[in-house]
């Protein structure tokens, strides 16, 4: 009978370790260290008086939420030149971040947040694959954190979030779908998709792709239970996370 | 009885009026001016003979398919700036261009477009929703077109693609799934997905998204099947105008 | 008897067919698809409704009128990446746009545009030599279309336009003055001018060079004499598709 | 009986004090400071040993002249901002350092710089009209100086320069005919010329322009006549300091 | 009797809590968190094997250490906008990082560096004044560690450091010459000094500077040996660092 | 006995000759051309009735003094492109126009120049070491010729200069410090000081390193030494230039 194993030994609907370690950037007003295994990405939210400008432009009430993300250049095996040294972000960074931003909106009332923006900024200290779904999943618990302690100080009179929200990876490695995958196994993935979910168990956003491969209905599927089973767990850690706070 | 309607009349699972207007742009070697309704993109593919720089760096071997995006500045109800006024291209711009060209070569074998990099440009003439999904299912034809004549031209030996590909949207106004939005529905949908898919029916791509808001299970099934009714659709109509090349 | 004859069996002091496509960028205000020949340029004209920083800063009254211009990448016989790929426009680019610009301009009132700026924008479709004085005689087609639905809606009360404005190709070609040079002949001119002038027959812009070459002022006479010529066929051709609006 | 006189007391058809300071960039191969009046244009040539990428790329042979041009931030009477402070280039400094470029070119054989490139370096130290013209004429002063020297040291075997080159405006002023008009003339002419000669009389570039004006034949004709009048006292001006060398 | 009180309060000639955290950075050859007070930079080394383009252009042989340096956007009290988001660095930022470059070559042969570029990137978690003194500080630890592990793995056949290499800052703060100063003390010094020096007591770089005061030969005398102190104390913590190893 | 001798022959405490050209850029409002031997740097001062957007952001009172530099083209021994050419600065550039601008306003009353900015703009024409040193000490010249001229005007009421400020530099080469390095001895020196002192002689900024080489407090203290006669020296040229004004 043969044997699949994952090349650190899980099982395929098994995260990594996860752990949020808080305060790790103490001038931002709520940040956490989210580590899945070895990925580490530095999570922190920081609230600014001010609202965009298009949102003045065309009238739109309430606040917003805008995040940003980069690779430190000691975070990969082989050093990553910054972003600046060309003078443009890479279009996956662009990309990153435009959904950390989405993911974050979906579960917040933007009207609670009145003339303020809150900025997320994620930097990967250390990169293993899941980068996306790590600054997400931390981002959700640093905003958190920031937003109860702007009650707190009486900045925020509500608190804007209308439901939690994290992310994991799911993917098709030697033709098994498996979870939250390291960066040996999504390299080698034929297919990866990222999933966004609420805490209630809603769907944010369904990435899924093949870069050279493709999937059925039965795959997609299958990922998705995974992804539902994955979420759950981390939905449970970022809870003790912020009761613990 | 409640009589939902879309503001252009069709059925929940109906196309707008799909077309493909061959060698729009004579000088590429292969081009379409894709129509979905009033949804206008030119697609053109043009052949160059050297690979990127970091194929070369890499050693990878093979060819590589590259894809380019933008808004033409008239092609929007107000005037959009061009990218280059500001000197760098937009996130929405970044995003859609690298999923065309993941698209095209989720159905290509690489291997047989040794040393040429296929340039896949989309530029849109007219902007009414579903303008990824226009250029993506566009560039397929564009593409095919192209790899037709550069095999008569004896400068590719064989076809390179292992499939056609094909994308709609789909997305959930007023409560009910549709099929194909419009700007009118885009801009008010709660959620909005892209499906790419292969001419043999599997997944290239699944991207759904709710910006301020999330989606059960179900709805995404429903999505889904919409479709893939309407990616088949699509099909039929791409080889229609290549048989009639 | 040596016969001179030019690459496309033209006389000397022939057109290239020319037509303008009405209404090719619907959300334009006005729009045309301007044809010399096989060079075709989508020349489109949008009003907004502000202007430029300095004109506030300087407190000049009226509005202005401001042009841009752009090789799409397949308009070429070899693709032509795109300026936002280096972040900047090319040096051909600028100038080019800048004579569109003072073309239009010297046949308007600007006193008559108050508080608005009119875009016009100039993408090449399709280059075979003379996109610039393809661009310009559209580009009064474009925006007189304009300006007349602009007066109908009540935004404009008055015509701004005080003539109307054309521009033409001429050169030294095997030592023959020749009139609208295709690429073929531009590429291998002695002498190239653009001759832009108002339909009422006074020039607006003479610019005539020589690379590597220069000129007599007898042959910059029997070039200009052209000139004329050609302006005035296209003025009439410029009429006659107003006309039929 | 009406009086016509220039703000500074000139006749029409008068040139301004012209003079060239030899020697005044001594790092350079070859420089002047180039006098029209109170303008005044550092204009320095220096010989580079290799040729632009593109000359490579398409095996042209040879060599190259190119031009650069700038408005030093303390030339005009309120201070301008320096173009690195925006990160780009001003359209008008990138379409006079293109004019400069061909103006030098059209009267040098490429083929007797072989594998070198002249780089032309004009940098206005105090404008007051007409910093074009004063540029390539002193351009020529540096580049022939240059080029004598070169010659001294062996490093060119050739004079590569079949003719000299000059430049001088001419304007309608108050509805006359002038030549080489300052800043006060240039900023309320109607219409604005630029005319580049080479020693032997024949024109090189022709730019005759009404921003939102126009002009005749009949005033096209006097204002090259005025031109060529002063050119071929540019002309004597540059042989008499050449001479001195 | 008046009592002078620093805002933490230490001694005029005393550090803050200085500590050094080993392989912050895992993927970095080299790394540590280097901690003065509540300051904390992020300092990783990792080897590149290639040199700079104008090494090899100016047939310079050797190795060569560069340095770069930002403040990420929670560092500091009010969010840091990312120099990303504007296209440039700041000046600061590039004074800072060519001054932890010069520093840590100060006491390197770079010819025992052969054909290598040794990265050291120094990152800002929490800025509390002397960021860029904790930078050069960490910098070396990190370097070295990253040094005795390239010998371990025969990539480095000799250390090619010379020395070790430190630095403090030092300052005028209420008319008293203080050690290591911190954000609230920075702010307000009359004159501020950073001091670079071997673990031998010798200079590698002095830098003092009074924005808007000025001081006299004895107030830099006493500034210096109030750097010395501090910095024969650092040179000491990073040895037991290093040892540790 | 062995003799030491510099390559111009200099005594080691001796300056180049020294010599301010006054209204060099007649345009601004006061300037010199500063040489220090073949060191050649337009030095201009301009007034701009408007204060940086941090000021009015931070509510600081006053006015400001800002400073750019820039090495022309031409003035070093094989041209150096212009920043412009790569779109950004380099940092030597950047560090060195920061150093002008803290050493003007360290000598200034910033109150006393209520809502002005006051713009120092240096050009190096000829370069031959102590571009930096010569500019300070031509930009305090032209920036005290400017006040002298706005008090005349009415612009100012009262000179906001507190004192002068000069600035020289010294080194060490072949193991003896030197006044006033030329380039030649820059190049080999091991240890290279800048020294900004007041006409008091108090020293506004002093900035020494030694890129590959080190250097005691003896060494230090014999070159600080050597840069208060030069620049005693200099005070003394610069009353005697500004009193002939």
Do not use: H
């Not at 931002?28 to 580590?35: D, F, I, K, R």
């Not at 003045?56 to 939420?65: D, E, R, S």
């Not at 980069?70 to 990969?76: H, I, K, Q, R, V």
């Amino acid at each position: 009978m043969e044997i699949f194993s994952r090349p650190d030994g899980r099982a395929c609907d098994e995260l990594r370790a996860v752990e949020f370690i808080p305060d790790f950037a103490p001038n931002a007003t709520g940040s956490v260290l989210s580590c899945f295994g070895s990925t580490r990405v530095v999570c922190a939210a920081t609230l600014e008086e001010k609202v965009p400008g298009w949102m003045k432009a065309q009238g739109v009430t309430g606040g917003w939420i805008t995040a940003e993300y980069s690779l430190l250049p000691y975070s990969t095996l082989t050093r990553k030149p910054r972003e600046i040294s060309k003078g443009k972000q890479e279009g996956r960074s662009v990309e990153i971040q435009r959904l950390i931003g989405r993911a974050l909106r979906a579960v917040v009332d933007l009207q609670k947040l009145p003339g303020y923006t809150l900025w997320i900024d994620c930097d990967v200290l250390q990169a293993d694959g899941g980068t996306r779904t790590a600054a997400i999943t931390g981002a959700y618990v640093a905003a958190r954190m920031a937003v109860g302690r702007l009650m707190e100080r009486g900045l925020l009179k509500e608190n804007p979030f209308t439901s939690s929200v994290a992310a994991v990876s799911v993917g098709i490695f030697q033709d098994r779908e498996i979870l939250d995958l390291n960066y040996l196994e999504d390299k080698d993935a034929a297919v990866d998709a990222n999933v966004v979910m609420t805490g209630c168990g809603r769907f944010v956003e369904v990435q899924g792709a093949g870069e050279e491969s493709t999937f059925s209905q039965e795959q997609l599927d299958r990922m998705l239970a995974l992804a539902k089973k994955g979420l759950s767990e981390l939905s449970t850690k970022q809870q003790a996370v912020l009761a613990a706070e």
